[in-house]
């Protein structure tokens, strides 16, 4: 019966409470003594242990609640952990992405830069190129100056003829090729006085030949004018000069005074000297222009030089607007490394150098087309002169002659 009370006594209570209760009874008590009083409920240490079970099982309630609080406290900073690595790795790409997509810019950038960069022979045209405008400006200059001076020559004109230093009239040009362009030793005149051999020769001092060996009839060859790329110096300007006035106006005729062309006759002789007069300063303007196209007329010796590494070309010297045109036309060409550069070219570039060509090939199209139109000049000049000839032949200088 006792049993049962005691079991009934302790049947509402948790299993745990009751199993730690059971220990500390046995723990306090001695087994005579738990025996003895289990059940008696005027025993004090029934309280004693009820107290101490309700202690216990209330520092159990705080531990299971500091448990579970350690366990939330942990499980929150894991969580956290968690977050921030989470935060971390998905910066972390972010910054890779953006990396990579920079480095993707930038290569493209650098692609479409170097796609874009002309050619190293692009870039040596370029700079010809930038000498054609003022090298052109030159040229025009002195056309202009050349034709004045031989129309005026040609046309007898006083301001001209009788100018100090222009040597254009007859004595004045005998002068010089007497001093420039005929060698005594070469035409024949004795310098060695003495030797009998030469008996009957002029002696020197005497002689009127007194140019330099080298330049000995430099005033008809046609390469004085013709071979000049630029005229690097003023005696091969000058010797184009008298090449040039040599084959259209050897000589200076006065013109007639039109005070005293009274008459049809007279009149007529004034026009037909004029007309000569005309076609004469026309050939002497064609052969103008080709002097005046080798007149120095822009600084670019040192690219001059370095696209044409043969002789003959000083890089202090300027750069004529023919030389220039021969060079980007033809000069270039002439260097194996331009055929190399071609193969390393990219599309781009090599576009470039097409369109380059075909600039250059219409700056010598103009003038071709300008040279052309003086050639047609002089063709029309010498047809008229022929025609003028016919109208010489019998019947046709006076037409009735010939009536019957």
Wanted: aromatic share 4%; net charge neutral.
């Amino acid at each position: 019966m006792k049993a049962k009370l005691c079991r009934a006594s302790v049947s509402g209570m948790p299993v745990a409470v009751v199993g730690i209760a059971a220990t500390l009874l046995t723990t306090l008590l001695s087994p005579a003594q738990a025996h003895a009083h289990a059940c008696d409920r005027t025993d004090n240490d029934r309280r004693e242990a009820s107290r101490v079970i309700r202690d216990l099982t209330g520092e159990i309630d705080d531990m299971e609640r500091a448990i579970i609080e350690a366990l939330r406290l942990q499980t929150g900073q894991l969580s956290g952990y968690i977050a921030q690595s989470a935060r971390a790795v998905s910066g972390a790409l972010d910054s890779q992405t953006r990396l990579q997509a920079q480095i993707e810019r930038e290569a493209a950038e650098t692609e479409a830069m170097r796609a874009r960069r002309p050619s190293e022979s692009a870039c040596n045209t370029i700079t010809g190129l930038a000498g054609l405008a003022a090298s052109g400006e030159a040229s025009a200059i002195a056309h202009a100056r050349a034709s004045a001076i031989e129309s005026g020559r040609i046309t007898g004109d006083r301001a001209v003829v009788d100018r100090p230093g222009a040597a254009a009239g007859d004595a004045a040009r005998f002068a010089v090729i007497a001093q420039n362009y005929c060698n005594a030793a070469r035409a024949g005149e004795d310098t060695r006085a003495g030797d009998p051999a030469l008996s009957g020769r002029s002696v020197p001092g005497t002689s009127v030949c007194r140019g330099e060996d080298a330049l000995h009839g430099a005033d008809l060859r046609a390469g004085t004018l013709f071979d000049q790329r630029t005229f690097a110096s003023e005696a091969e300007l000058r010797a184009a000069v008298e090449l040039s006035r040599n084959l259209a106006a050897p000589v200076v005729h006065d013109p007639p005074a039109l005070a005293s062309a009274d008459t049809d006759r007279e009149r007529r002789r004034v026009l037909l000297a004029r007309a000569a007069n005309a076609r004469s300063a026309l050939a002497a303007d064609y052969l103008s222009q080709s002097r005046a196209l080798r007149v120095p007329g822009a600084a670019l010796g040192d690219w001059a030089a370095a696209l044409r590494q043969g002789p003959g070309r000083d890089p202090d010297n300027p750069v004529s607007r023919y030389e220039l045109l021969e060079l980007l036309a033809s000069g270039r060409f002439e260097e194996p490394d331009w055929f190399v550069g071609l193969q390393a070219m990219s599309a781009e570039n090599l576009l470039r150098e097409l369109v380059t060509l075909q600039a250059v090939s219409l700056m010598l199209d103009w003038q071709r087309y300008r040279t052309d139109e003086r050639r047609g000049a002089i063709d029309a000049a010498s047809l008229a002169l022929a025609v003028e000839e016919m109208r010489r032949l019998p019947g046709l200088a006076n037409p009735l002659a010939g009536a019957n």
